[in-house]
């Protein structure tokens, strides 16, 4: 089940990259949000259970190589060597806040899935949209979509993220027996 996990995680970073460079961005009215934006909100959640499994230092380890995979991917799918360097520092950014929050908080796990994917997932859209497309280095979007775009990712990500915690509630934590009544 560890490997699985860990499997799965390195797939959903791999097939990210693959919907984003294959699919045009969707619009959502005024916000902009690449195909692989909905897969990547469920990295988030495979990255904490792969914490739960394997632990915090072989979670970063499975961060390292998702991160090369990334690299590797965006480079095969003709990214420029800008955008390949965006999507690298952007994941170690946003996996390693994820890590670390879901680390110190002391809540029911489906709690901190969702209050560490949704900051991991906030640090991800701003840092990449800033890093790979904004005016400041690669000019692929104008200042006046920049916003748009972050918002967009944001908001699907933490519609997502909401979503992965609630199955984690129901699915994965342990309840209380109810008591019987007879």
């Known amino acids: 089940m560890k490997l699985f996990l860990v499997?799965?995680?390195?797939?959903?970073?791999?097939?990210?990259?693959?919907?984003t460079a294959s699919i045009p961005p969707l619009a959502f009215g005024p916000f902009l949000v690449p195909?692989?934006?909905?897969?990547?909100?469920?990295?988030?959640?495979?990255?904490?259970?792969?914490?739960?499994?394997?632990?915090?230092k072989r979670t970063y380890a499975a961060i390292g190589l998702a991160m090369i995979l990334s690299a590797a991917t965006s480079a095969v799918l003709g990214d420029t060597l800008w955008i390949v360097f965006a999507s690298a520092v952007t994941f170690a950014l946003s996996e390693t806040t994820d890590t670390e929050i879901y680390t110190r908080l002391k809540l029911p796990m489906s709690f901190k899935v969702l209050y560490s994917g949704l900051i991991g997932g906030a640090v991800d859209s701003v840092v990449f949209i800033l890093i790979g497309?904004?005016?400041?280095?690669?000019?692929?979007?104008?200042?006046n979509a920049v916003g748009f775009a972050i918002l967009g990712q944001i908001l699907v990500?933490?519609?997502?993220?909401?979503?992965?915690?609630?199955?984690?509630?129901?699915?994965?934590e342990k309840r209380p027996a109810r008591k019987s009544l007879g």
């Open 7 to 19: 499997i799965l995680y390195l797939f959903f970073i791999a097939a990210a990259n693959v919907l």
């Open 35 to 56: 195909a692989g934006s909905f897969l990547i909100a469920a990295t988030f959640v495979l990255r904490d259970l792969v914490q739960n499994a394997v632990g915090r």
């Open 133 to 143: 497309m904004s005016p400041l280095f690669s000019g692929f979007l104008p200042w």
């Open 157 to 172: 990500k933490t519609a997502l993220q909401l979503a992965g915690a609630a199955c984690i509630g129901i699915f994965l």
